[in-house]
């Protein structure tokens, strides 16, 4: 680990100038405004690490720890999420100091209060794999980098007699309650001053039974400590010279203290800060480079850069690197994979999970693998599993999808067809969340369960995902009745009114109905009847059937962009954002419909809507998201989207043709590379005019998932006409 890790370091003087330096067009900030919440601060992709500042604000845009309104800092914490709609982690918070101060969150109305500070955002350095910002209050200045386990910071002091640093275990994420917490081991120099400690930290929040410990080491040993029962250490430095350095090492495990203290001998053994930061630069970049793309267009190029970025950091790992864990069920074990966490699965399986399938095949055995043994210490496949806990949160059975679609394309993880096929049905089939009533049913009543509509019809999808597996597999029997159980959602169509509407046990609709409508007590999950018609991305065509035909969808699929841009309802979730009519690209339920338009022959207005979303959803500013990056799946849709395909159906192999946004883009997949090239490209000539696959003439609305990772050449050959 520690020999690849400084490896990447001795590349960086390679990786890190000219052309190939890709962090240099990563704008860590696009996302930290409005209601992007995206993590700022210094990690590695997939690291578990994530160590960054936390503001005092708990509240709902503050989920990551940031925002760009606030420039206040409780300290320097080693977990946070990036993108996701509910607060969690933020754990071991370090904040240096040059003074008295309480040991509390703090109170931005009470400057002291707390440990907290204003940093000077004029100063502040966002960058991959770094960050450093100045803290007005005690006029340190903090720099921060990573490994993958290993938070590494760098504080430079005033001249100061009363200098330390404050180790708060109690200050969590915006809904994390504190259970316990303690400095558990310290370790002395010769004179018995403490020069390390570790400790640990166990949370219930969004993760209700969360267990982290840590090991810590500093530079220059303590001339004390001063413990506030077991929630905070000062550390206490004494006198600091003017611009005088110091480092402290924090290592996180999910088993031990033990654990953390072997990660950080396995990955940070030395002190060197501008080594470490080189290698996480070059780590970045190795990342990074799995697509190059070619375009005059500075702005464009760094909001790929960007949202490649904001997709690389999870699935986060979630194991020693004497690969142990704590699984689902609390008990540790020693896994022949690499485990991860962070899998926000009702928001990734349309197309972070798809496009890592792609570009980074080599973690998709290790991802089967880690869904695979939660579904054997919990008895499902994860729905939203953070930090060893299944969350239950969101609809359906997003995991069963994403599992799905890696069997599909070929990630087996050595399991045989028969375990795969288990796991599967055994989620499918497990009688909760809804699944009972449907089950009895054929359909979730609306009397009976609430936000019936999206259950059901994320419930059916995931069938015509465990149905597409199922014939992979050869289990066409189990393929034949999940295929069957995937149209269930056809229950809730209302001919009248040509929208899917909830149902009640007696089979009448629910009232009063308004399609524009949303809230918390509503047939629909985070949206309105406009946005719930069209999910049902397995079965387009009897979509179009129960309209009559595919004019008569298309016709309805126009309307969708038309409609009011507005949502009704006093408490309508702010999550319906990136409104065009009631297409709402802000959210992921919206994300596949423009490819609708492609699926049924009108490959010119998805381009158009295409780059409608891509022009005005994604900017290279503060506020260039039009909602929460959810863990890398708005970005993720703009990466795909770009290269002029899209992922539509679950588990299958067919990613549907857009529009390309780029001259010349290569694809680092199995098979070498795979270039996408748009002859004649330009504003003018979006549309796509004809298609040739390695010189050939190629006909088919969809490129095939293997004839990508094969490598080879995808050539779009551009005009102004409308086909």
């Known amino acids: 680990m520690k020999k690849l890790f400084f490896a990447l370091a001795a590349l960086a003087a390679v990786a890190c100038t000219g052309a190939d330096d890709y962090c240099e067009w990563v704008n860590p900030k696009i996302g930290t405004g409005a209601h992007g919440h995206v993590f700022v601060g210094a990690n590695v992709p997939f690291g578990f690490v994530q160590l960054g500042p936390t503001s005092i604000p708990q509240q709902w845009d503050w989920t990551s ?44 109305m009470d400057p002291e209060s707390g440990a907290w500070s204003y940093a000077d955002r004029t100063r502040e350095i966002t960058e991959p794999g770094y960050y450093s910002v100045p803290l007005m209050r005690w006029g340190v200045t903090a720099e921060l980098t990573a490994t993958s386990r290993v938070g590494l910071h760098r504080y430079t002091f005033p001249s100061s007699n009363n200098a330390a640093l404050i180790i708060d275990l109690e200050n969590g994420g915006c809904w994390d309650n504190l259970v316990d917490s303690g400095i558990d081991l310290t370790e002395a120099d010769a004179n018995g001053r403490i020069i390390a400690f570790g400790g640990h930290r166990y949370s219930s929040g969004w993760a209700r039974d969360q267990k982290i410990f840590f090991w810590a080491e500093v530079s220059r040993p303590a001339v004390d400590t001063v413990m506030c029962g077991s929630k905070y250490m000062r550390f206490n430095l004494g006198d600091t010279r003017k611009g005088e350095k110091l480092l402290m090492k924090v290592a996180l495990s999910p088993v031990s203290v033990e654990g953390a203290r072997a990660n950080m001998a396995a990955e940070l053994p030395g002190w060197d800060f501008d080594e470490t930061r ?16 070619t375009t005059s267009s500075r702005d464009r190029k760094t ?91 969101m609809v359906g059975n997003p995991g069963l999808i994403s599992f799905a679609d890696a069997v599909v394309k070929g990630f087996r993880a050595g399991l045989t067809d028969q375990e795969i096929i288990d796991a599967m049905v055994a989620t499918a089939t497990t009688p909760d969340r809804g699944q009972n009533l449907r089950m009895n049913f054929g359909f979730i009543p609306a009397d009976m369960y609430e936000e019936s509509v999206a259950n059901d019809m994320e419930y059916a999808i995931a069938d015509a995902a465990l149905a597409n597996a199922a014939e992979a597999l050869g289990y066409d029997d189990v393929s034949e009745e ?39 007590e509503t047939d629909y999950t985070e949206g309105t009847a406009w946005q719930y018609l069209w999910l049902a991305p397995h079965d387009i065509e009897g979509l179009s059937g129960l309209f009559g035909s595919d004019e008569a969808l298309l016709e309805k699929l126009d309307a969708l962009f038309e409609a009011p841009s507005n949502v009704e309802g006093e408490d309508a979730p702010p999550d319906i954002s990136g409104l065009i009519g009631q297409y709402a690209h802000g959210n992921e339920p919206s994300h596949h419909i423009i490819y609708i338009y492609s699926m049924l022959g009108q490959r010119d207005k ?65 098979g070498g590379t795979f270039r996408i090239t748009a002859k004649g490209i330009s504003d003018a000539n979006c549309y796509i005019n004809a298609v040739r696959l390695n010189g050939n003439p190629y006909e088919l609305p969809y490129i095939d998932y293997k004839d990508i990772v094969a490598g080879g050449t995808l050539e779009f050959i551009m005009g102004k006409k409308k086909l």
């Open 278 to 293: 080189a290698a996480a630069r070059a780590a970045w970049n190795h990342e990074l480079s799995k697509v190059r793309i």
């Open 606 to 670: 998805a381009a158009d809507r295409i780059l409608q979303v891509c022009n005005e959803m994604y900017r290279n500013d503060v506020e260039g998201l039009a909602g929460n990056e959810d863990v890398g799946q708005m970005s993720a849709w703009y990466i795909l989207s770009s290269l002029g395909f899209y992922q539509v159906e679950p588990a299958s192999t067919r990613l549907w043709f857009g529009t390309p946004l780029w001259e010349k883009a290569d694809v680092k997949v199995q």
């Open 482 to 520: 999940y295929l069957s159980r995937s149209l269930s959602y056809r229950n809730y169509w209302d001919q009248e009114t040509q929208f899917m509407r909830g149902m009640r046990s007696d089979g009448t609709f629910t009232e009063p109905f308004n399609p524009l409508h949303s809230g918390r």
């Open 303 to 393: 909001v790929f850069y960007t949202a490649m970025y904001h997709s690389l950091i999870a699935p986060s790992l979630f194991c020693d690197v004497d690969m142990q864990y704590r699984g689902s069920d609390d008990k540790v074990r020693t896994g022949d994979f690499v485990n991860y966490t962070t899998f926000s699965l009702w928001d990734t399986y349309r197309a972070q999970m798809p496009l890592m399938t792609i570009i980074h095949p080599e973690k998709m055995n290790d991802i089967v693998s880690t869904m695979y043994h939660i579904y054997l210490e919990q008895g499902d496949l994860p729905v939203w599993h953070l930090m060893g806990n299944e969350t239950d949160c």
């Open 65 to 108: 720890g940031y925002h760009d309104s606030d420039s206040t800092v409780i300290g320097f914490s080693h977990t946070h999420l990036s993108g996701t709609g509910i607060g969690d982690l933020f754990d071991i918070t370090v904040m240096p100091v040059t003074g008295p101060c309480r040991f509390e969150r703090g109170r931005e």
